[in-house]
């Protein structure tokens, strides 16, 4: 069964770190692109990260661009997101996400969701 | 950045009847474009992609049309697992990747 299970979330007070991991199975992970997807208390989805299959090529929305760093380990199968200097802003339910083919495009596997607060 | 919006932001409907949502694009995406499904408390779900293509094991009652910056979902007849949140998403520029604010469509 293809599955991808995020880990990590928690309660952190504003300026702190948090990192984030997406463990992938049933499925060749060092063969897809992957992403961090984010969804605010009542909101909508919002693209967070993005990286290549080696990990060469990373992508993130400006909003975050300079706190967060998405990485991977194609040995672990396992997908990261490192996120630094945390806003109130930044309180969501993270989803890792696969996609369909070797691009940033759409996203066939989501994970169930790790939800980051933070808060003082 | 492309933005998507989708309309309307709430669509009640009967079970059994037709749903027939909108996106629209800021710019032209081709054919770069994706559905989701959102059940509350779930991960989003894709539906379609290539803004007509059902995605595996997607209902045939699920169709998407539409080209450049005009996006259609329809739901041929509701059932009570498809009242739920649905967005779109293009690819076609990025990054970033863009969604649309949601739809949600409701019991009427």
Redesign the interface.
């Known amino acids: 069964e293809v599955q991808l299970l995020e880990s990590g979330g928690g309660l952190v007070q504003p300026g702190g770190s948090l990192r984030l991991s997406c463990a992938a199975s049933g499925f060749t992970f060092s063969t897809y692109d992957m ?1 961090w ?1 984010r969804q605010a208390p009542g909101k ?4 967070v990260s ?1 990286i290549s299959i080696s990990g060469g090529n990373t ?4 909003s975050v661009k300079g706190r967060f760093t998405i990485s991977r380990d194609n040995s672990k199968n396992t997908l990261y997101l490192q996120m630094n200097s945390l806003r109130a802003e930044d309180t969501a339910v993270y ?1 890792c996400a696969k996609h ?1 083919v070797n ?6 596997v ?4 790790t939800t980051v607060t933070v808060s003082s | 950045e492309i933005v998507m919006t989708q309309s309307p932001a709430t669509l009640s409907v009967s079970p059994g009847e037709r749903a027939t949502l909108s996106c629209r694009a800021s710019q032209s995406v081709s054919s770069n474009l994706a559905w989701y499904q959102q059940q509350p408390g779930q991960a989003p779900r894709l539906l379609i992609y290539g803004a007509s293509t059902r995605a595996t094991g997607i209902p045939a009652r699920f169709s998407g049309s539409g080209s450049g910056t005009e996006f259609t979902l329809t739901i041929s007849s509701l059932q009570s697992e498809d009242f739920a949140v649905y967005y779109c998403q293009q690819y076609k520029n990025w990054p970033p990747l863009t969604f649309g604010g949601g739809t949600k469509v409701e019991i009427k």
């Open positions: 992403s997807v909508g989805l919002e693209w993005g992508y993130h929305a400006d989803y369909l691009s940033l495009v759409m996203m066939d989501w994970g169930q969701g």
